[in-house]
């Protein structure tokens, strides 16, 4: 992963965000991209004959504070031996970060910020979501990859094998209505021929799917968990199946790489 985007802005997590990428960079030798966006469109107010304007004042005042946070960022990434560069959109986030992830190995975005279910679902380039407060450190120690043998979680296992060669535990984690149910050995002999020894472990669901799996990856203490973007459009509204929802929205859950 040598083309890495990454999202800035003012929020909580921006440095945490910022910091992963530099670690993944100097692990790779990579690229680091950073987006600063200001979405015009949270600007606009519609009047009362149903015509629109922009709040001026308000989009001036963003726009700056954005272009600061821009320079602040451009300004940390120099100080850093890392190939990066600064990017500024008005486009909607999740448009903006999907339209330059088409030539981007990996997006990092914060699970507060609440961009990283629609992202998943709408580019192809996977997407590491991360906790506000800690930045991931390279190389990985423990993995867990979540497998149902589906589309989804297949892109994400191979979504995730830049990130797991240098891992000392990963474990493929599969829950069934009972034990016995399906072997993940597919899974497991696609590892192997990159290089990454992982073990099987087969759960039979207790409570809910997501409930299941979080417990087992819990157990293993893992520092990132590899799982599919389950999701459906309608209308631009993305409804999302209940385990992604639930590792989306879990404060305590570890860092997360998403690909659909």
Request: charged residues 25%.
């Amino acid at each position: 992963m040598r083309s890495i985007l990454v999202n800035v802005d003012r929020k909580p997590g921006s440095d945490a965000r910022v910091e992963t990428a530099l670690n993944l960079a100097r692990k790779t030798s990579g690229h680091v991209t950073a987006l600063v966006d200001t979405p015009v469109a949270r600007y606009i107010a519609m009047d009362p004959m149903g015509g629109s304007y922009v709040i001026s004042d308000a989009l001036d005042k963003a726009r700056a504070e954005d272009d600061s946070a821009a320079a602040e960022t451009e300004a940390k990434l120099a100080r850093n031996d890392v190939s990066f560069d600064v990017l500024r959109s008005e486009d909607d986030p999740v448009s903006a970060l999907a339209t330059i992830a088409r030539l981007s190995d990996l997006t990092i975005v914060s699970r507060s910020g609440g961009l990283a279910g629609e992202l998943a679902l709408v580019s192809n380039t996977p997407v590491l979501v991360l906790s506000d407060e800690k930045p991931i450190e390279f190389p990985i120690r423990r993995a867990c990859i979540a497998w149902d043998g589906g589309e989804q979680s297949a892109a994400a296992l191979r979504a995730s094998i830049p990130l797991l060669g240098d891992c000392q535990v990963v474990k493929v984690i599969t829950v069934a209505e009972k034990s016995g149910g399906f072997p993940a050995t597919d899974a497991l002999r696609y590892l192997s021929r990159h290089g990454i020894h992982a073990e099987l472990e087969e759960h039979e669901r207790r409570g809910s799917t997501e409930e299941t799996l979080a417990t087992a990856v819990a157990q293993t203490h893992a520092e990132l968990l590899v799982m599919g973007a389950y999701g459906k459009s309608r209308f631009r509204e993305f409804l999302f199946g209940g385990v992604t929802a639930y590792f989306l929205e879990e404060g305590s859950a570890p860092s997360l790489l998403l690909s659909h």
